[in-house]
T-cell receptor, first 114, second 115 residues
Framework: TQLLEQSPQFLSIQEGENLTVYCNSS?????LQWYRQEPGEGPVLLVT?????EVKKLKRLTFQFGDARKDSSLHITAAQPGDTGLYLC??????????????FGQGTTLQVKP | DTEVTQTPKHLVMGMTNKKSLKCEQH?????MYWYKQKAKKPPELMFV???????INESVPSRFSPECPNSSLLNLHLHALQPEDSALYLC??????????????FGSGTRLTVV
């Protein structure tokens, strides 16, 4: 069974600090996605990474896909209270073909205090 | 239109009630999903519809019954639920092939409480 393990599970930091969230697997993924979910809302797609070694930037967020396509990281620079939420990585498991099925990591709850 | 709309936003139902959750999208996505999410946990897949046909049922109890009337609509019929079924129910849509890398678009969810 393919698993995505996220760390840390919980993170509480002050505004202005930097942080990194990790998403690791022992399996190769064809792509990985990152979502952010605010309380009472559905997850919102932030980015999809496809190519091993790929780096994508979205304002203060930097996403990296490992060379072997088994891991990914999300780095936030100068965190703001608006970054508070549950961060989820997700990817299509082997054999999911054209079903659209995704498996999710356990999530990282981030709290940024003003 | 880049939204997935779910109704109702909140629902309280008794264990003997029958209710339905509704989901609508107009993005031309041909895959639609139901997920269940408990507090501070990741979403758990329940059902996948691909081209309006049920393609995945993740061993969900029969008290949950999905329906896909057309390519834009997805329903989840609820009957004889248990208090442990209380959760946030999320609908999502996407292109059927995740290799297309467009990702899911989620609705805001229905917060269900079973009393």
């Amino acid at each position: 069974t393919q698993l995505l393990e996220q760390s840390p599970q919980f993170l509480s930091i002050q505004e202005g600090e930097n942080l990194t969230v990790y998403c690791n697997s022992s399996s190769v993924f064809s792509s990985l996605q990152w979502y952010r979910q605010e309380p009472g809302e559905g997850p919102v797609l932030l980015v999809t990474v496809v190519t091993g070694g790929e780096v994508k930037k979205l304002k203060r967020l930097t996403f990296q896909f490992g060379d072997a396509r088994k891991d990914s990281s999300l780095h936030i620079t100068a965190a703001q209270p608006g970054d508070t939420g549950l961060y989820l990585c997700a990817g299509p498991p082997d054999g999911s073909g054209n079903t659209g099925k995704l498996i999710f990591g356990q999530g990282t709850t981030l709290q940024v205090k003003p | 239109d880049t939204e997935v709309t779910q109704t109702p936003k909140h629902l309280v139902m008794g264990m003997t009630n029958k209710k339905s959750l509704k989901c609508e999208q107009h993005m031309g996505h041909r895959a639609m999903y139901w997920y269940k999410q408990k507090a501070k946990k990741p979403p758990e897949l329940m059902f996948v519809y691909s081209y309006e046909k049920l393609s995945i049922n993740e061993s969900v109890p029969s008290r949950f019954s999905p329906e896909c009337p057309n390519s834009s609509l997805l329903n989840l019929h609820l009957h004889a639920l248990q208090p442990e079924d209380s959760a946030l129910y999320l609908c999502a849509s996407s292109h059927p092939d995740t290799r297309s890398n467009y990702g899911y678009t989620f609705g805001s969810g229905t917060r269900l409480t079973v009393v």
